[in-house]
């Protein structure tokens, strides 16, 4: 598919908001992708480190 307009159909696209249903959703779906990619990885792991760091929140209140 070629499209003439590609660069404003992406702008366009990139431009639209979601609601915020969809944005808790989503970061929800996240959440649970992660914690089953960490559930699965420390499965299979004899031997695992953790390391906390500062916090680097840009507001600062971590």
Known sequence: MNLKNKSEIMSAIT???LGANTVARRR????EDVCEQ???DLCCCQW????CDES?????AA
């Open 48 to 51: 695992f480190s953790m390391r």
């Open 38 to 40: 960490l559930d699965r």
């Open 15 to 17: 431009d639209v908001q």
């Open 28 to 31: 929800s779906a996240l959440s």
């Open 56 to 60: 680097v929140d840009s507001s600062d």
